[in-house]
């Protein structure tokens, strides 16, 4: 059983590639300092997989600390290092603290890597680094764009490093991730207020917001409101497998986009909620929010062929699956 470092492993999309690793017969060795995920999740996961994981509460930019866990392991073929900030507007208020995040982490990763053999990594990268599109759907060969935020610059810095490092890495490109594993008992234990779309809804709806205020609705879209490829995350966790399958078998740099190559506004998502969960949500119009991207979405064709991955789960699931971890979280009963 092939061992895996799973940096962040406790953490959102971290998580739920642990359960999917486990699932695909890998061993997953989680690497997480806690800083924005919760034990908690290591207790959900062990009750999904029904079997006990080795996990080290550390750093990863501590070298030492690292290298340590390196060796003490032994064999492990490949890292996923999806231990970085995440909060776009935070890294606005604090731009150093994400450079020196989630550049240095990877910085570490790969000189450990490297003192101890390792060649293989997949990287969680961002769509951001596409910045606001000119043509749409966006393939992984779109340029990238002048980055909206210190957030989306560590993800284009990140990636022009792991194209000059000697190792063999895929960068995945997330558009959207939403929902959660269908359990309800893993996801996102960040300690930022969220400020994504489907957690704000969610908090409405069990009744920590009155509103969900939607950030215009005059773009040049459909129904006036932003579009976003949102992917439900087992969908995504899923595809760091294949990704890890296609990597063993064709060494070398690789490039996918991880999306759904479908578009859905705002609106739709606020009613697709409503629907799936029969539960009324209250909304307003409210102001653009600054360096918002008006519509994106993915062309997935490439992860579609080469790591014989597809996103296969509905909005309509997403939203349920989404309502359930809002509920699990707060102790509510399922
Ligand atoms: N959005 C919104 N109200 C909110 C949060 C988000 O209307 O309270 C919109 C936002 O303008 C964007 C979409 O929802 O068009 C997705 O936003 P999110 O922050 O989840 O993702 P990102 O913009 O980073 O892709």
Redesign the pocket.
């Given at each position: 059983m092939s061992k895996i470092l799973v940096t962040g492993g406790l953490g959102y999309i971290g998580s739920h590639t642990v359960v999917e690793l486990d699932k695909a017969g890998y061993t997953p060795i989680i690497i997480d300092n806690l800083s924005n995920s919760s034990t908690k999740n290591i207790i959900g996961i062990e009750q999904i997989i029904q079997k006990k994981l080795k996990w080290y509460n550390i750093d990863c930019k501590k070298e030492d600390a690292l290298n340590q866990v390196l060796l003490k392991e032994g064999n492990i073929h490949g890292a996923i290092h999806f231990a970085a900030y995440k909060s776009?507007e935070e890294s606005i208020k604090y731009p150093k603290k994400y450079h020196d995040n989630n550049i240095g982490s990877l910085e570490v990763l790969l000189n450990c890597m490297r003192k101890n053999n390792i060649k293989n990594i997949i990287f969680s990268s961002s769509c951001?680094v596409y910045g606001n599109p000119e043509s749409l759907p966006v393939d992984e060969n779109t340029p990238f764009k002048k980055a909206e935020s210190p957030y989306s610059e560590t993800k284009q810095i990140c990636e022009n490093i792991l194209k000059r490092d000697s190792c063999n890495s895929v960068i995945l490109r997330y558009f959207?991730p939403i929902g959660c594993h269908n359990s309800g008992l893993i996801g996102d234990y960040s300690n930022n207020k969220p400020?994504?779309?489907?957690p704000?809804i969610t908090e409405t709806a069990i009744g920590k917001r009155d509103n969900?205020?939607?950030?215009?609705d005059n773009y040049n879209t459909p129904d006036g409101?932003?579009i976003?490829d949102y992917i439900h995350v087992v969908d995504l966790a899923q595809s760091h497998t294949k990704a890890l399958n296609y990597l063993i078998k064709n060494k070398g740099k690789h490039v996918f986009n991880i999306g759904t190559g479908k578009g859905v506004s705002?609106k739709e998502i606020i009613n697709a909620f409503i629907k799936a969960n029969n539960i009324k949500i209250n909304y307003s119009i409210g102001k653009k929010?600054s360096g918002?991207?008006e519509k994106i979405w993915a062309n997935c064709n490439l992860a579609n062929k080469k790591l014989n991955w597809k996103a296969k789960k509905s909005i309509n699931q997403s939203m349920i699956d989404a309502w359930k971890w809002e509920q699990h979280k707060n102790n509510h009963v399922i």
């Open positions: 776009v951001t959207n400020t994504n779309l489907v704000i969900v205020t939607i950030f215009g409101t932003c976003r705002v929010r918002d991207i």
